[in-house]
């Protein structure tokens, strides 16, 4: 265990600084960039409405009792098609790649978090692969 504490304010602090710096981050500068340039491309936004229009109809047909089988297959194709047309688009291909790079750093920030926080050995009790559970409970934990 660590002999020096710091201070809530401290680290609240830190948390301010690193949220200043992921804002100026390549990263969130070209998601951002593609979220723009998306917005302004009449047909991104045609495609990104159909898919959205189909989603909601989708979710509405699987909690209509009424509805059938055939029916949600039907929306759900039309879905898989919009999805499908909608990631062809270049500008929107863009803002998935830029969305999921910064989820990557974002990520990548959070493992070193935990690593950092985390006593050794402490990460023996979640398993080499997959955390607590990879074992279907078959663990004595």
Request: hydrophobic fraction near 35%.
């Amino acid at each position: 265990m660590l002999k020096d504490t710091v201070s809530r304010t401290e680290i609240i602090k830190m948390a301010k600084d690193l949220g200043l710096a992921l804002a100026r981050s390549s990263e969130i500068i070209r998601y951002r960039e593609a979220e723009k340039k998306m917005a302004e491309d009449p047909e991104a936004c045609r495609l990104t409405r159909i898919f959205k229009e189909t989603h909601k109809s989708l979710v509405k047909l699987q909690n209509d009792p009424n509805s059938t089988k055939e029916e949600i297959e039907n929306i759900a194709a039309r879905l898989e098609k919009a999805d499908k047309d909608m990631k062809a688009n270049p500008l929107i291909a863009e803002y998935y790649q830029a969305g999921a790079a910064f989820n990557n750093l974002i990520y990548q920030i959070n493992q070193l978090l935990k690593f950092y926080c985390m006593e050794p050995g402490e990460d023996a009790h979640f398993g080499q692969q997959g955390g607590c559970g990879s074992c279907n409970g078959s663990c004595s934990r």
